[in-house]
């Protein structure tokens, strides 16, 4: 029997189609893997942006303590604010469209004492003496020393009126210190002629939630002594990268029926879920009841044709180009408001 080899024909047209369908082969691979790929980075964005939503909601929860309430102890900066970005350029924030918020926050320190304010006058307080016998202040000044462990911030409040100061060192003989306006003064609410006498004094610790250029959320605990918020070395801290955005907002219970309506209008019942500027003085401090918050996580990709946007209650729309953007946000109720239906 004679035996035939393939032609040289034969051969070329069996090596394209094989070469077809291998190129087939392997774009329907890169199609697949760039899918799974997505796929992965869609779910790790959407399991950050849960998780960190999560954990800024359980901090935020237990703003106050003690005598202090929440609406004393929270500072919230409106990224919409034309004047934000101005007012302190340490926190170095995202170029625009994108306009995160800033949040400054009071807690209570737990070992404080609570020490009854005898006499105020200006910039000089006196307080009763401790259960001990010796000085309160002192002691407070032991449990909320700042960095330098010579200065605490404090808490005055006399009523539904408060003051964060600095407390300096006190006399312990005479149980007097001086006192100076604290970096959450532009929420005080002194009464008139700003005299404490008959009210308290405790400390606290006071921080900002922030992000910055790069896309990092960061920590920040002011433990200097003033007013003057300013970044020094060991009080700023990551807390998480790749957020491109963070929004906050406040409920009141305007109406005191235990609702608070959130239509993301100057009607409703919560401020900043706009994205525009709303004016704090249209609510009444006393009546904040939650707090929300949320993020937008950017997770870096390198398929070069990649779109995706994102947007948040009270924020911009944000578009990316090689980014997954999947935004989060969460509300709660405030814990330490002692209020009761």
């Known amino acids: 029997m004679k035996q035939r080899a393939f032609s040289l024909i034969e051969v070329a047209v069996a090596s394209a189609i094989a070469g077809m369908i291998a190129a087939a082969a392997v ?12 796929m992965q980075s869609e779910s790790l964005a959407s399991d950050h942006a849960k998780s960190l939503v999560d954990l ?16 004393m102890a929270v500072w919230v900066e409106d990224g919409n604010a034309p004047d934000v970005d101005g007012r302190n350029a340490a926190f170095a924030p995202p170029a625009p469209p994108v306009r995160p918020d800033r949040i400054t926050f009071a807690t209570l320190v737990p070992d404080s004492p609570t020490c009854t304010i005898t006499a105020h006058a200006g910039a000089t307080l006196t307080a009763s003496v401790g259960a001990g016998g010796g000085c309160c202040l002192q002691d407070l000044l032991t449990a909320g020393a700042l960095g330098d462990g010579t200065n605490a911030h404090a808490f005055m409040i006399l009523g539904d009126q408060h003051r ?20 959450m003064a532009a929420v005080d609410n002194p009464p008139p002629g700003g005299n404490f006498t008959g009210g308290v004094i405790v400390a606290a610790r006071v921080k900002t939630l ?11 605990e002011e433990r ?45 019942e919560w401020l900043y879920n706009q994205d525009a500027v709303e004016d704090p003085t249209a609510f009444e401090r006393e009546a ?48 330490n408001l002692f209020v009761f239906f």
Not at 61 to 71: A, D, E, F, L, Y
Not at 210 to 220: I, N, P, Q, S
Not at 306 to 318: F, T
């Open 56 to 71: 800024l909601v359980s901090d935020l929860q237990g703003v106050g303590g003690g005598p202090i309430r929440p609406w």
């Open 224 to 268: 200097s002594p003033g007013g003057t918020l300013g970044i020094n070395a060991g009080e700023s801290f990551r807390l998480a990268g790749n957020v491109a955005d963070l929004q906050v907002q406040l409920g009141y219970d305007r109406d005191a029926d235990g609702r608070l309506v959130d239509t993301s209008n100057d009607g409703d």
């Open 164 to 183: 964060q100061v600095t407390l300096d060192p006190p006399a312990p003989s005479a149980c007097t210190a001086t006192v100076s306006n604290g970096p």
């Open 288 to 335: 904040l009841r939650m707090i929300g918050v949320g993020v937008v996580v950017a997770l870096p990709l390198t398929d070069p044709d990649y779109r995706s946007s994102a947007q948040i209650v009270g924020g911009p729309r944000i578009d990316g180009v090689r980014l997954h953007l999947r935004g989060a946000m969460g509300k709660a109720a405030l814990r």
């Open 210 to 220: 922030y992000v910055t250029a790069g896309r990092e959320l960061r920590l920040y």
């Open 27 to 38: 774009a329907s691979f890169a199609m697949i893997n760039r899918q799974l790929v997505r």
